[in-house]
Protein backbone atom coordinates (compact mmCIF):
# COMPACT_ATOMS: atom_id res chain seq x y z
CA UNK A 1 0.00 0.00 0.00
CA UNK A 2 2.92 2.47 1.08
CA UNK A 3 4.55 1.82 -2.52
CA UNK A 4 1.51 2.43 -4.13
CA UNK A 5 1.33 5.87 -2.63
CA UNK A 6 4.40 6.52 -3.46
CA UNK A 7 4.37 5.69 -7.17
CA UNK A 8 0.94 7.86 -6.93
CA UNK A 9 2.57 10.70 -5.27
CA UNK A 10 6.02 10.39 -7.95
CA UNK A 11 3.56 10.45 -10.86
CA UNK A 12 1.49 13.25 -9.14
CA UNK A 13 5.34 15.03 -9.33
CA UNK A 14 5.90 14.25 -12.85
CA UNK A 15 2.32 16.00 -13.94
CA UNK A 16 3.19 18.93 -12.23
CA UNK A 17 6.36 19.49 -13.18
CA UNK A 18 5.41 18.72 -16.40
CA UNK A 19 2.47 21.29 -16.48
CA UNK A 20 4.68 23.68 -15.03
CA UNK A 21 7.59 23.64 -17.76
CA UNK A 22 4.29 23.67 -20.54
CA UNK A 23 3.42 27.19 -18.82
CA UNK A 24 6.65 28.38 -18.50
CA UNK A 25 7.83 27.77 -22.16
CA UNK A 26 4.10 29.19 -23.02
CA UNK A 27 5.22 32.29 -20.94
CA UNK A 28 8.62 32.55 -22.37
CA UNK A 29 7.55 32.16 -26.30
CA UNK A 30 6.24 35.78 -27.87
CA UNK A 31 2.26 36.45 -28.95
CA UNK A 32 3.00 36.47 -32.84
CA UNK A 33 -0.01 36.72 -35.25
CA UNK A 34 -1.06 35.48 -38.20
CA UNK A 35 -3.17 37.84 -40.11
CA UNK A 36 -4.76 37.25 -43.57
CA UNK A 37 -6.44 39.92 -45.91
CA UNK A 38 -8.06 39.79 -49.29
CA UNK A 39 -7.64 42.56 -51.67
CA UNK A 40 -8.70 40.37 -54.62
CA UNK A 41 -11.86 41.50 -56.41
CA UNK A 42 -13.11 37.95 -55.45
CA UNK A 43 -13.65 35.80 -52.20
CA UNK A 44 -10.94 33.22 -51.22
CA UNK A 45 -11.37 30.43 -48.97
CA UNK A 46 -7.95 30.37 -46.77
CA UNK A 47 -6.50 27.13 -46.03
CA UNK A 48 -4.29 27.17 -42.98
CA UNK A 49 -2.08 23.74 -42.30
CA UNK A 50 0.53 22.99 -39.93
CA UNK A 51 3.48 20.64 -40.59
CA UNK A 52 3.44 17.43 -39.44
CA UNK A 53 3.04 17.09 -35.35
CA UNK A 54 2.08 20.69 -35.08
CA UNK A 55 -1.11 21.99 -33.42
CA UNK A 56 -3.73 23.52 -36.19
CA UNK A 57 -4.61 27.03 -35.84
CA UNK A 58 -7.71 26.99 -34.59
CA UNK A 59 -9.30 30.28 -34.55
CA UNK A 60 -12.16 31.18 -36.54
CA UNK A 61 -10.60 31.05 -40.51
CA UNK A 62 -7.68 28.49 -38.98
CA UNK A 63 -9.37 25.82 -41.20
CA UNK A 64 -11.70 26.77 -44.13
CA UNK A 65 -13.63 30.16 -44.39
CA UNK A 66 -14.59 32.57 -46.91
CA UNK A 67 -12.95 36.06 -47.23
CA UNK A 68 -14.86 38.53 -49.14
CA UNK A 69 -12.92 40.59 -51.86
CA UNK A 70 -12.05 44.30 -52.35
CA UNK A 71 -10.45 44.27 -49.14
CA UNK A 72 -13.66 43.00 -47.00
CA UNK A 73 -11.70 39.72 -46.15
CA UNK A 74 -9.68 40.06 -42.98
CA UNK A 75 -8.98 37.90 -40.32
CA UNK A 76 -6.40 37.17 -37.49
CA UNK A 77 -5.27 34.18 -36.14
CA UNK A 78 -2.65 33.85 -32.93
CA UNK A 79 0.22 31.14 -33.54
CA UNK A 80 0.46 28.29 -30.90
CA UNK A 81 3.44 28.94 -28.64
CA UNK A 82 6.57 26.84 -29.31
CA UNK A 83 8.45 26.14 -32.84
CA UNK A 84 5.49 26.31 -35.07
CA UNK A 85 5.29 25.57 -39.52
CA UNK A 86 3.21 25.70 -41.77
CA UNK A 87 1.70 26.73 -45.06
CA UNK A 88 -1.44 28.76 -46.56
CA UNK A 89 -2.91 28.60 -49.60
CA UNK A 90 -6.07 30.57 -51.38
CA UNK A 91 -8.57 28.80 -52.78
CA UNK A 92 -10.97 30.48 -55.52
CA UNK A 93 -14.43 29.23 -56.74
CA UNK A 94 -15.30 27.00 -53.91
CA UNK A 95 -18.94 24.83 -53.72
CA UNK A 96 -20.83 22.08 -52.56
CA UNK A 97 -22.07 19.55 -55.17
CA UNK A 98 -25.12 21.56 -56.61
CA UNK A 99 -23.00 24.62 -57.28
CA UNK A 100 -23.75 26.59 -54.15
CA UNK A 101 -21.14 28.52 -51.95
CA UNK A 102 -20.87 26.94 -48.87
CA UNK A 103 -18.13 27.00 -45.78
CA UNK A 104 -16.27 24.65 -45.99
CA UNK A 105 -16.10 23.97 -49.43
CA UNK A 106 -16.36 20.66 -50.81
CA UNK A 107 -14.77 21.36 -54.50
CA UNK A 108 -12.89 24.65 -55.39
CA UNK A 109 -11.73 25.55 -59.22
CA UNK A 110 -8.20 26.53 -57.81
CA UNK A 111 -6.00 25.76 -54.61
CA UNK A 112 -7.02 22.17 -54.01
CA UNK A 113 -4.45 20.90 -56.48
CA UNK A 114 -1.52 22.72 -58.40
CA UNK A 115 -1.29 25.12 -59.83
CA UNK A 116 -1.47 27.17 -56.34
CA UNK A 117 0.66 29.46 -55.15
CA UNK A 118 1.74 28.51 -51.15
CA UNK A 119 2.60 30.66 -48.22
CA UNK A 120 5.07 28.71 -46.18
CA UNK A 121 5.85 29.96 -42.74
CA UNK A 122 7.52 29.47 -39.56
CA UNK A 123 7.79 31.39 -36.24
CA UNK A 124 9.57 31.06 -32.98
CA UNK A 125 12.38 29.43 -34.10
CA UNK A 126 15.77 29.69 -32.28
CA UNK A 127 16.20 32.89 -30.91
CA UNK A 128 12.60 34.52 -32.27
CA UNK A 129 13.61 33.41 -35.96
CA UNK A 130 10.38 33.96 -37.82
CA UNK A 131 11.14 32.63 -41.61
CA UNK A 132 8.42 32.62 -44.75
CA UNK A 133 8.17 32.35 -48.78
CA UNK A 134 6.28 32.67 -50.87
CA UNK A 135 6.90 29.66 -53.53
CA UNK A 136 5.47 29.15 -57.00
CA UNK A 137 6.96 25.67 -56.96
CA UNK A 138 3.69 24.36 -57.44
CA UNK A 139 2.56 27.20 -59.95
CA UNK A 140 0.73 30.24 -59.31
CA UNK A 141 -3.32 30.54 -58.46
CA UNK A 142 -3.25 33.83 -56.44
CA UNK A 143 -1.16 36.17 -55.84
CA UNK A 144 0.60 36.62 -52.46
CA UNK A 145 2.76 38.81 -50.64
CA UNK A 146 3.48 38.08 -46.93
CA UNK A 147 4.56 41.33 -44.65
CA UNK A 148 6.07 40.89 -41.31
CA UNK A 149 5.25 43.67 -38.78
CA UNK A 150 6.07 44.67 -34.54
CA UNK A 151 9.76 43.79 -35.21
CA UNK A 152 12.96 45.64 -33.72
CA UNK A 153 14.09 48.24 -35.87
CA UNK A 154 17.44 46.98 -37.83
CA UNK A 155 16.08 43.11 -38.63
CA UNK A 156 16.10 42.12 -41.79
CA UNK A 157 12.18 41.51 -42.41
CA UNK A 158 11.38 42.67 -45.78
CA UNK A 159 7.93 41.75 -47.24
CA UNK A 160 8.41 38.81 -49.90
CA UNK A 161 6.72 37.68 -52.42
CA UNK A 162 4.65 38.59 -55.72
CA UNK A 163 2.07 40.99 -56.13
CA UNK A 164 1.85 40.37 -60.31
CA UNK A 165 -0.57 38.12 -61.72
CA UNK A 166 1.23 35.36 -63.12
CA UNK A 167 -1.64 34.19 -64.93
CA UNK A 168 -2.40 37.62 -67.63
CA UNK A 169 0.68 36.33 -69.67
CA UNK A 170 0.42 32.48 -68.85
CA UNK A 171 1.29 30.39 -72.41
CA UNK A 172 -1.52 28.25 -73.45
CA UNK A 173 -0.06 24.98 -72.53
CA UNK A 174 0.32 26.01 -68.99
CA UNK A 175 -3.09 27.61 -68.37
CA UNK A 176 -4.63 25.46 -65.83
CA UNK A 177 -8.81 24.66 -66.99
CA UNK A 178 -9.97 26.32 -63.70
CA UNK A 179 -7.97 29.26 -63.62
CA UNK A 180 -4.19 30.07 -62.73
CA UNK A 181 -0.82 28.65 -64.62
CA UNK A 182 1.39 25.28 -64.22
CA UNK A 183 5.14 25.13 -63.70
CA UNK A 184 5.96 23.52 -66.56
CA UNK A 185 9.20 23.33 -68.53
CA UNK A 186 10.66 26.69 -68.39
CA UNK A 187 7.93 28.47 -66.72
CA UNK A 188 10.00 28.60 -62.95
CA UNK A 189 12.30 31.12 -65.13
CA UNK A 190 9.46 32.83 -66.10
CA UNK A 191 8.68 33.48 -62.70
CA UNK A 192 11.67 33.94 -61.36
CA UNK A 193 12.28 36.93 -63.78
CA UNK A 194 8.72 38.36 -62.54
CA UNK A 195 9.04 37.57 -59.28
CA UNK A 196 12.20 37.61 -57.76
CA UNK A 197 11.31 37.38 -54.20
CA UNK A 198 9.30 34.14 -55.11
CA UNK A 199 10.81 30.28 -54.52
CA UNK A 200 10.64 28.59 -57.73
CA UNK A 201 12.44 25.86 -57.45
CA UNK A 202 13.02 23.38 -54.39
CA UNK A 203 16.66 24.28 -53.76
CA UNK A 204 15.28 28.07 -54.66
CA UNK A 205 15.79 31.42 -52.26
CA UNK A 206 14.43 35.12 -52.70
CA UNK A 207 16.74 37.67 -54.21
CA UNK A 208 16.20 39.90 -51.04
CA UNK A 209 17.79 38.14 -47.70
CA UNK A 210 15.64 37.99 -44.62
CA UNK A 211 16.63 36.94 -40.78
CA UNK A 212 14.11 38.26 -39.35
CA UNK A 213 13.40 37.98 -35.07
CA UNK A 214 9.86 38.55 -33.24
CA UNK A 215 8.11 39.69 -35.27
CA UNK A 216 4.79 40.61 -33.42
CA UNK A 217 2.88 39.36 -36.70
CA UNK A 218 3.32 37.85 -40.19
CA UNK A 219 0.43 39.14 -42.65
CA UNK A 220 -0.23 37.24 -45.65
CA UNK A 221 -2.39 40.07 -48.34
CA UNK A 222 -3.71 38.36 -51.87
CA UNK A 223 -3.63 40.42 -54.90
CA UNK A 224 -1.90 43.19 -53.11
CA UNK A 225 -1.64 45.77 -55.90
CA UNK A 226 1.81 46.04 -57.67
CA UNK A 227 2.47 49.45 -56.81
CA UNK A 228 2.10 48.97 -52.94
CA UNK A 229 5.22 48.83 -50.84
CA UNK A 230 4.71 48.06 -47.03
CA UNK A 231 7.28 49.26 -44.72
CA UNK A 232 7.10 48.14 -40.50
Keep these: MAKSKQKQAMALSFAVLATLADAATAAATPTTNLTLHN ?37 TLTFPPGAWS ?40 PGGL ?25 RECPALGCAADLAVDCPGDARAAGGGCMALAGQAEVFKARCPDTRTTPTDVEATPQRCLEPGELKVVFCQPESTSSTD
Excluded at 49 to 56: D, H, I, R, S
Excluded at 130 to 154: C, M
Aim: glycine content about 14%; overall charge negative.
Design 86 to 125: GRVVARTGCRDGDGGVVSPPIKCDTGDAPPVTVAQVSVHG
Design 130 to 154: AEYSVSLVDGFNVAAVITPHGFEQG
Design 39 to 75: LCAHPVWPLVTPNAGLPAITDAAGAATRLDGNGEGLV
